[in-house]
Structure formats: structure tokens, C-alpha cells
């Protein structure tokens, strides 16, 4: 993965690294971020050791020490100091300024080396002749403080990018290959799927796969935020980069490395980080107005003070300091940071942010949308009843037959059919030609009959009249043979812990929570009533669940979907926020922007409060910097002056780097409730 997670600051960063790498050598991309930081960093270094003798060699500052300490050809060692300061300090401006006017996108670089540059010619202009005075002092510290501001604001885009970096250092790079009777240690990359790996006690997992032998507690903290480390047997999934606890395993590898459940949250991370949103954009344009506004008032402030009779150095220095304080730095880090470390945070929390435009209109959410099984509920389904209701079956019989049918099926309901028919030691019977009727059951040949478990939505379809139900919030299933009722098995699904706080913090937060499920209407009213839901909708076929949501639009909610992303695919593409609920590595859930890793309901409260956090910390930071920007201008190019009241040109580069660090600060106090 190279480093590219500093590519969000396009409109400016990509300037400095490309004159960065212009000079020094470097390719433009593959480039090491830490390098350009140690280049500002020497760079500053060697200015800052040249700057004392230049500021000793000014006349202003001798005048203001009370001391003279002139000899011949003075000015033109200062002059010599100066243009080392000015080419070698200034470089990375300079270059970056050609850069920006070849790609005609004017830009931070196009100031400072504008600036810099203005203030160089004019003060060598003195030392040859032309009448004022020089300010190469005045030069030196700025492009002083500009390298200090820089390597500053570069280290904090590093610190945002570092959280990535530590994701990346989860993979361990070595694994124990089991070969028959040994092992043998091979490169991480280099396993498939189907090898099998032995984890030690301790370790950190290869690979996402599943358990062969062994049994041990897993923390997966790093991975889904979930604190306490989680028991793990033979049959269970393990994700890689979470640690093995006490017991040593031996893992089935499920996929190669690079489609493995942290590259992917890697991946989504880096995205994240350089796709841009609407906020983003908002600053790249305010910093490229910015910079012609500055080049304007610098102008023309130059021409207001030379044209009212003051000497040529005094009007320059004012140009030079409005446009320096003009640089938008805060502004064209405002955003990105906020960025970098809203994803990471939320990556270490569970949520896997795929889209940022969806986590940016999260704050908007009217309406939630909850599919019941497996979302609200555990999504385990346990037969709490079965019953035949024909002479020639046992209810035994009945059960047995329904869960030779269900087998080979992934559903939960299948899951628990298969369940209970084991826990009484059923002898399964033989059938043949299994297939699935989409949202309504499965169907198989026994005996050269048709059988089919179904939904009650089926019976009502076939005019077929159903027994009498016990009101209970149960989901039943229907058994018939040759479109003949022969029994029902009555399966309940536990309300998650999780679920109630859930919808009680969307309550708070004034956002209305809706269940939609395929279940029929009592079990969803059940399931509504406890939770204390605004709504439901029950017996609705997976389609329909995009028609319910486009209603909702048209009534004008703002809608996230909460999914499990197989059958609600339609619907998470259709809602303004599509929300998988992914337990660990399924993150295939490709049409949701938003995925819960935790599949845990209250995330969707996390994950709307964290996005107005994230917005209010994008906001305050654009306000931030193009409120200093305002306030400053005026005073640099002089509205104060007869009262006394003017900014130096390196007075105007402090502000400008102390508002960075406000703006870099104020990013990185987010954090998730």
C-alpha cells in the first residue's frame, strides 16, 4: 500500500510534494511522506542558522538594539546570506509556484512564493541602488516560520495517516503453514484459500478462516471495537489481526490475504480518506478564491499606500504582509483532517465508512429503517413448537421431514429447524430436488411427492385456510405435501440486548425508527410494542422493501437502511443512507455506504451522533480559518494605521501558522461519544 493517504490535501500538499520531488530526485508518486517531513525539517534547520547573522547585519534591528555595526561591504554579505536563505528556504514555494501556474490552479504556493519573491527583488534592488530600505530580515523569518509551518502541518496529516498505518502493522507477516505432522513459518501474503495455519497462544491471527481444532478466547477489539475477547470453537470464523488468547487453533483459510476482512477495512480507510465530499470541496474552493482575493488586496494595498506618498519599501511590506497572511493553510487543512481522523476513528469503532458522503448526510437522518432478523433481534430462530396436523405423521415425523429439506439452507429459520431435530436425535429422511422459492420458503420431491415449508403469506396466496394460531409473537412455518397442510413448526428469535438502548437514543436524538420485515404482523407488532418503535411493516417480500422506503422519501424523511445486505441489497441502494450490518467478514454488503462490523443496532445511534460531531468539527474549522483570514486582511494591509495598529510581514506568518495549529488542534479533539 503506498502512502497515499495524504493525497486529501490535493489542492495543496500534491504542489509542495511534487517541487518537493522535482528537486530532490524522488518519483512523484511511492515517494515517502516521512521524507518530505525530514526535508522540511533540515531545511528549517539551516535557515533558522542563517537568519541570525542576517538579522544581526539589518540596520533596523541594530536601530532598534542601539547598536552600528556596519563595514565595508556589509550590505553585500547580507545580500549573499539572503539569497542563500531565499533559494535554498525557499525552494520548496518557488518550485511549487511554477507548478501551480502550469496547471493553472493558483493555490497556497502561488502566495507564499509570490510573496517571497516580491520582498527578495525589491530589498536586492536596495542594496544596488534603488533608494529605501531593504527587508531581507523580514524575508528570512518568514520563510522561517512558512518551513516551521509546513513540517508542522505535514507531521499532523502524518499523525492522521498513522492511525492507518497502525491498522496495517495488525497483519502479522509470518504464518505457521501446517504440512502434515509440521509446520512450517510462510510469508502472510502467500497463503490460499483452504491452507491450514496453527496460531499459537497469544498470536495474532493470519488469516480470516474458520476453526478446525482447538478452542480459545479471541479479542477482536482492535477490529470491532468490541472490548471483551470472544470465545471461539471448532466451526467459528476468525478474523485476522485479532489475537488468539490461551488455547493454540489450527485455522482453515478462508481467502487470500489481500481480500481478507482488515485489507478490506485498510482499503476503505485510504478511500475514505481521498474521496472527497461536498464539505471538502466547499474548502477547496474558498482556498483558491482566497489566493486570487489575496493577490488582488495585495496589489491593490500596495498601490493605496505608494499612491498616498509613502516610499516604496513601506508599500511593498504591506503588500507582502496581506498577502502572507491571506495563505489559506487552516483552510486547506480544515476539512482533510477532520477527514482522516473521523475514518480511522470510526474504523476502531466498528463502523466502516465506504462512502463519505453518506457518513457526511448521516446527521440528517429522519426516519431509521430496521430489517428485524438478525438486526433488532439475535437472529437466532429456536423451534419452540411443532405440531402434525395429519394422521399419517408424527409431529417427530414432521420435524424430521422439514429439516431434511432445510439442510443444505443458510436461513436462520432453517438453522433452527436443523437445530432441534438434532437435539432429539431425529433419523433424517431422503429428499430430493431442494430449491428456494424467493421470500416465500423452499421446496424439495420426498417420496414422489411435492413438499413445501412455507410462509402463512403463501397460504394465504393459495387460498389454503389456516389453523388457528396461538397469539403469540412466534414466526410460524407451514409443512405441505401436494398442497395439503400436514404441520407447523413455531420458531421465536430473541430481541438483541442492544436493540432497546438502540431505539432509545434515536428517540432522544429525534429520530423516528421503523421495523420492516418479511415476518408476519405479530411478531413484528410484538417486536415494535417492546422496543417502543413509531412503526412496522410485516410480510413484505424483499422488492417491496425498496417501494416502503420510496414512500417514506416521498413523505420527505431522510432515510438510513439497516440491513444485513443480502435480500435488503435493493433497499440499501434505495435509501439515502444504506447501513450493512455485517457480522465480521461478510462486508460483501457492496450496496451500503455504511457498515456496523459489530452488527450491533446502537451503532446506527453512534454512528448518526459521530456524524453531526464530524460536520460541527468541519464547520467550525472552515469558520475558523476564513474568520481569521477576514479579521486579519484588514489589519495587514492597514485599515488600523492611524491608530497605530500594523502586522509585520513575520508577525502575519505566525498568525498564519498558530491558526494551522487551531485548525489541527480543534481536528483532532473529535472523538465518539
Same mark, same amino acid.
Given at each position: 500500500?503506498?502512502?497515499?493517504?495524504?493525497?486529501?490535501?490535493?489542492?495543496?500538499?500534491?504542489?509542495?510534494?511534487?517541487?518537493?520531488?522535482?528537486?530532490?530526485?524522488?518519483?512523484?508518486?511511492?515517494?515517502?511522506?516521512?521524507?518530505?517531513?525530514?526535508?522540511?525539517?533540515? !531545511?528549517?534547520?539551516?535557515?533558522?542558522?542563517?537568519?541570525?547573522?542576517?538579522?544581526?547585519?539589518?540596520?533596523?534591528?541594530?536601530?532598534?538594539?542601539?547598536?552600528?555595526?556596519?563595514?565595508?561591504?556589509?550590505?553585500?554579505?547580507?545580500?549573499?546570506?539572503?539569497?542563500?536563505?531565499?533559494?535554498?528556504?525557499?525552494?520548496?514555494?518557488?518550485?511549487?509556484?511554477?507548478?501551480?501556474?502550469?496547471?493553472?490552479?493558483?493555490?497556497?504556493?502561488?502566495?507564499?512564493?509570490? &510573496?517571497?519573491?516580491?520582498?527578495?527583488?525589491?530589498?536586492?534592488?536596495?542594496?544596488?541602488?534603488?533608494?529605501?530600505?531593504?527587508?531581507?530580515?523580514?524575508?528570512? +523569518?518568514?520563510?522561517?516560520?512558512?518551513?516551521?509551518?509546513?513540517?508542522?502541518?505535514?507531521?499532523?496529516?502524518?499523525?492522521?495517516?498513522?492511525?492507518?498505518?497502525?491498522?496495517?502493522?495488525?497483519?502479522?507477516?509470518? &504464518?505457521?503453514?501446517?504440512?502434515?505432522?509440521?509446520?512450517?513459518?510462510?510469508?502472510?501474503?502467500?497463503?490460499?484459500?483452504?491452507?491450514?495455519? =496453527?496460531?499459537?497462544?497469544?498470536?495474532?491471527?493470519?488469516?480470516?478462516?474458520?476453526?478446525?481444532?482447538?478452542?480459545?478466547?479471541?479479542?477482536?477489539?482492535?477490529?470491532?471495537?468490541?472490548?471483551?475477547?470472544?470465545?471461539?470453537?471448532?466451526?467459528?470464523?476468525?478474523?485476522?489481526?485479532?489475537?488468539?488468547?490461551?488455547? &493454540?487453533?489450527?485455522?482453515?483459510?478462508?481467502?487470500?490475504?489481500?481480500?481478507?476482512?482488515?485489507?478490506?477495512?485498510?482499503?476503505?480507510?485510504?478511500?475514505?480518506?481521498?474521496?472527497?465530499?461536498? +464539505?471538502?470541496?466547499?474548502?477547496?474552493?474558498?482556498?483558491?478564491? =482566497?489566493?486570487?482575493?489575496?493577490?488582488?488586496?495585495?496589489?491593490?494595498?500596495?498601490?493605496?499606500?505608494? $499612491?498616498?506618498?509613502?516610499?516604496?519599501?513601506?508599500?511593498?511590506?504591506?503588500?507582502?504582509?496581506?498577502?502572507?497572511?491571506?495563505?489559506?493553510?487552516?483552510?486547506?487543512?480544515?476539512?482533510?483532517?477532520?477527514?482522516?481522523?473521523?475514518?480511522?476513528?470510526?474504523?476502531?469503532?466498528?463502523?466502516?465508512?465506504?462512502?463519505? +458522503?453518506?457518513?457526511?448526510?448521516?446527521?440528517?437522518?429522519?426516519?431509521?429503517?430496521?430489517?428485524?432478523?438478525?438486526?433488532?433481534?439475535?437472529?437466532?430462530?429456536?423451534?419452540?413448537?411443532?405440531?402434525?396436523?395429519?394422521?399419517?405423521?408424527?409431529?417427530?415425523?414432521?420435524?424430521?421431514?422439514?429439516?431434511?429439506?432445510?439442510?443444505?439452507?443458510?436461513?436462520?429459520?432453517?438453522?433452527?429447524?436443523?437445530?432441534?431435530?438434532?437435539?432429539?436425535?431425529?433419523?433424517?429422511?431422503?429428499?430430493?430436488?431442494?430449491?428456494?422459492?424467493?421470500?416465500?420458503?423452499?421446496?424439495?420431491?420426498?417420496?414422489?411427492?411435492?413438499?413445501?415449508?412455507?410462509?402463512?403469506?403463501?397460504?394465504?396466496?393459495?387460498?389454503?385456510?389456516?389453523?388457528?394460531?396461538?397469539?403469540?409473537?412466534?414466526?410460524?412455518?407451514?409443512?405441505?405435501?401436494?398442497?395439503?397442510?400436514?404441520? +407447523?413448526?413455531?420458531?421465536?428469535?430473541?430481541? !438483541?440486548?442492544?436493540?432497546?438502548?438502540?431505539?432509545?437514543?434515536?428517540?432522544?436524538?429525534?429520530?423516528?425508527?421503523?421495523?420492516?420485515?418479511?415476518?408476519?404482523?405479530?411478531v413484528a407488532k410484538a417486536v415494535a410494542d417492546k422496543l417502543g418503535m413509531e412503526d412496522f411493516i410485516a410480510e413484505v417480500l424483499p422488492h417491496q422493501k425498496l417501494e416502503h422506503i420510496k414512500d417514506l422519501q416521498n413523505k420527505g424523511e431522510f432515510v438510513a437502511m439497516t440491513g444485513d445486505g443480502i435480500n435488503?441489497?435493493?433497499? $440499501? &441502494?434505495?435509501?439515502?443512507?444504506?447501513?450493512?450490518?455485517?457480522?465480521?467478514?461478510?462486508?460483501?454488503?457492496?450496496?451500503?455506504?455504511?457498515?456496523?462490523?459489530?452488527?450491533?443496532?446502537?451503532?446506527?445511534?453512534?454512528?448518526?451522533?459521530?456524524?453531526?460531531?464530524?460536520?460541527?468539527?468541519?464547520?467550525?474549522?472552515?469558520?475558523?480559518?476564513?474568520?481569521?483570514?477576514?479579521?486579519?486582511?484588514?489589519?495587514?494591509?492597514?485599515?488600523?494605521?492611524?491608530?497605530?495598529?500594523?502586522?509585520?510581514?513575520? $508577525?502575519?506568518?505566525?498568525?498564519?501558522?498558530?491558526?494551522?495549529?487551531?485548525?489541527a488542534i480543534n481536528a483532532s479533539l473529535l472523538k465518539v461519544k
Amino acid at each position: 500500500m503506498e502512502h497515499n493517504h495524504h493525497k486529501h490535501h490535493e489542492h495543496q500538499h500534491h504542489k509542495d510534494e511534487h517541487a518537493y520531488n522535482q528537486h530532490s530526485g524522488h518519483g512523484q508518486h511511492g515517494h515517502d511522506h516521512n521524507a518530505m517531513i525530514a526535508d522540511f525539517r533540515k !531545511r528549517f534547520y539551516i535557515v533558522l542558522v542563517l537568519t541570525i547573522p542576517t538579522m544581526l547585519l539589518s540596520p533596523m534591528i541594530q536601530h532598534w538594539m542601539g547598536v552600528e555595526w556596519s563595514f565595508t561591504g556589509s550590505k553585500y554579505l547580507l545580500f549573499a546570506l539572503s539569497s542563500v536563505i531565499f533559494v535554498y528556504g525557499g525552494w520548496p514555494f518557488l518550485s511549487g509556484l511554477v507548478n501551480e501556474l502550469k496547471s493553472k490552479s493558483p493555490g497556497m504556493m502561488t502566495l507564499i512564493g509570490f &510573496a517571497i519573491s516580491v520582498a527578495f527583488i525589491y530589498s536586492s534592488a536596495t542594496v544596488f541602488g534603488l533608494e529605501g530600505s531593504d527587508f531581507f530580515w523580514e524575508l528570512a +523569518t518568514l520563510i522561517l516560520i512558512m518551513l516551521l509551518g509546513h513540517w508542522i502541518e505535514m507531521k499532523s496529516v502524518a499523525g492522521a495517516s498513522r492511525e492507518l498505518e497502525m491498522l496495517v502493522k495488525l497483519m502479522p507477516s509470518e &504464518a505457521h503453514l501446517v504440512k502434515g505432522d509440521n509446520t512450517e513459518d510462510v510469508k502472510t501474503d502467500s497463503l490460499q484459500p483452504g491452507d491450514v495455519i =496453527l496460531i499459537k497462544p497469544g498470536e495474532k491471527i493470519a488469516a480470516d478462516g474458520i476453526i478446525k481444532d482447538g478452542s480459545s478466547h479471541i479479542n477482536e477489539s482492535m477490529l470491532t471495537g468490541e472490548s471483551k475477547p470472544v470465545s471461539k470453537g471448532k466451526g467459528d470464523k476468525v478474523i485476522a489481526g485479532s489475537i488468539n488468547g490461551n488455547g &493454540a487453533i489450527k485455522v482453515e483459510v478462508s481467502h487470500g490475504t489481500k481480500d481478507s476482512y482488515l485489507s478490506q477495512v485498510i482499503k476503505l480507510v485510504s478511500d475514505a480518506q481521498k474521496s472527497k465530499s461536498k +464539505t471538502q470541496l466547499m474548502a477547496d474552493t474558498a482556498a483558491k478564491w =482566497l489566493t486570487i482575493i489575496a493577490i488582488v488586496s495585495g496589489i491593490t494595498t500596495f498601490l493605496a499606500w505608494y $499612491l498616498s506618498g509613502h516610499d516604496l519599501a513601506y508599500s511593498m511590506e504591506r503588500m507582502v504582509t496581506v498577502i502572507i497572511i491571506c495563505c489559506p493553510h487552516a483552510l486547506g487543512l480544515a476539512v482533510p483532517l477532520v477527514v482522516a481522523r473521523s475514518t480511522t476513528i470510526s474504523a476502531k469503532n466498528g463502523l466502516l465508512i465506504k462512502n463519505r +458522503t453518506s457518513f457526511e448526510n448521516s446527521r440528517k437522518v429522519t426516519t431509521v429503517v430496521f430489517d428485524k432478523t438478525g438486526t433488532l433481534t439475535v437472529g437466532e430462530f429456536k423451534v419452540v413448537r411443532f405440531k402434525s396436523y395429519s394422521g399419517s405423521h408424527s409431529d417427530d415425523e414432521v420435524l424430521a421431514l422439514a429439516a431434511a429439506i432445510e439442510g443444505s439452507s443458510e436461513h436462520p429459520i432453517a438453522v433452527g429447524i436443523v437445530n432441534k431435530s438434532k437435539e432429539k436425535e431425529l433419523s433424517i429422511p431422503k429428499v430430493q430436488d431442494v430449491e428456494a422459492i424467493t421470500g416465500k420458503g423452499i421446496s424439495a420431491k420426498y417420496d414422489g411427492k411435492e413438499v413445501y415449508i412455507v410462509s402463512p403469506g403463501y397460504l394465504k396466496e393459495k387460498n389454503i385456510k389456516i389453523p388457528e394460531q396461538q397469539d403469540d409473537a412466534t414466526t410460524q412455518v407451514y409443512i405441505l405435501i401436494d398442497n395439503e397442510l400436514i404441520g +407447523t413448526i413455531a420458531l421465536a428469535d430473541e430481541i !438483541r440486548e442492544e436493540s432497546y438502548e438502540a431505539i432509545d437514543e434515536l428517540k432522544k436524538e429525534g429520530v423516528k425508527s421503523m421495523l420492516l420485515t418479511g415476518d408476519n404482523g405479530k411478531v413484528a407488532k410484538a417486536v415494535a410494542d417492546k422496543l417502543g418503535m413509531e412503526d412496522f411493516i410485516a410480510e413484505v417480500l424483499p422488492h417491496q422493501k425498496l417501494e416502503h422506503i420510496k414512500d417514506l422519501q416521498n413523505k420527505g424523511e431522510f432515510v438510513a437502511m439497516t440491513g444485513d445486505g443480502i435480500n435488503d441489497a435493493p433497499a $440499501l &441502494a434505495q435509501a439515502d443512507i444504506g447501513i450493512a450490518i455485517g457480522s465480521g467478514s461478510d462486508i460483501a454488503a457492496e450496496t451500503a455506504g455504511i457498515v456496523l462490523v459489530n452488527s450491533n443496532p446502537k451503532d446506527v445511534t453512534g454512528l448518526i451522533k459521530f456524524g453531526k460531531a464530524t460536520y460541527r468539527k468541519m464547520i467550525q474549522n472552515l469558520i475558523w480559518a476564513t474568520g481569521y483570514n477576514v479579521i486579519a486582511m484588514p489589519i495587514a494591509a492597514g485599515v488600523l494605521y492611524s491608530w497605530g495598529v500594523i502586522l509585520s510581514p513575520a $508577525l502575519g506568518a505566525i498568525l498564519m501558522t498558530v491558526s494551522t495549529i487551531v485548525v489541527a488542534i480543534n481536528a483532532s479533539l473529535l472523538k465518539v461519544k
